[in-house]
């Protein structure tokens, strides 16, 4: 009988990792996805990008979009661990890889000159200010094989399940966002970054990038 193998314990800590990929050639499936893993529970999660989204928003911003999305996902990783006989920490540490430098930077505090980072910054910061978690963001290789959020994100849906299961994980729950949509008010954020990277994207052809949101130009001071 082949020996299972065993998933780390992770004690109290979450992990998610994240990915996005881009393309405007409709052959090739441009998404998000990305992992949360908590002890042997696991929920693996995609989004498979239509053309708006895709011809609206840059790369960063798609990446940044996944990110908050994991973090917004963190009930449904709850309810499946609370299913099981494993106890789910009042407190611990999410730890949170994201494939993209520039997104973790913003994260942390450094200026977003980009306005759809700007809105999804303020929109993390409000989901955050709901858990009890303390998060550690880092930044992760594409091709760290812990980087199942890649995968994930170009619609390789069935190979990461297999790799999920060859790791241990005893419960596996996939969540489909074009299919199933927990997140609330994910429409909504979903429109409002569309019309920010079009806007951007109009100003910057037209020789100048307008103020991210709330922020203002600052009047020069006279002599």
Known sequence: MKERKEVECLGTDIVSITDAAWSLDESKFSGMGGIIKYQSVVVMWHYKYDMEELKALRIHGLEMWAEVTAVALLPV???????????????????E?????????VIKGSK????????????????????KWQIESSWIWTHD???????????????????????????????????????????????????????????????????????????????
């Open 112 to 131: 977003a000159k980009d306005a759809t980072l700007v809105l999804l910054r303020k929109v993390r910061n409000r989901v955050v200010a709901t858990i």
């Open 77 to 95: 990783l709850k309810e499946a661990v609370d299913k099981t006989e494993q106890a789910w920490g009042a407190e611990g540490i999410l730890k």
């Open 97 to 105: 890889r994201v494939d993209n430098m520039s997104v973790v930077d």
């Open 145 to 223: 094989p812990a980087q199942l959020g890649d995968g994930l994100s170009r619609g390789k849906i069935e190979l990461i399940r297999k790799q999920l299961i060859s790791e241990g994980f005893q419960v596996i729950v996939e969540v489909d966002l074009r299919e199933y949509n927990p997140i609330q008010d994910f429409q909504k954020l979903r429109g409002m970054l569309i019309n920010e990277g079009l806007n951007q994207k109009s100003a910057k052809s037209k020789g100048h990038l307008p103020y991210p949101p709330n922020c203002r130009k600052k009047r020069s001071k006279r002599t």
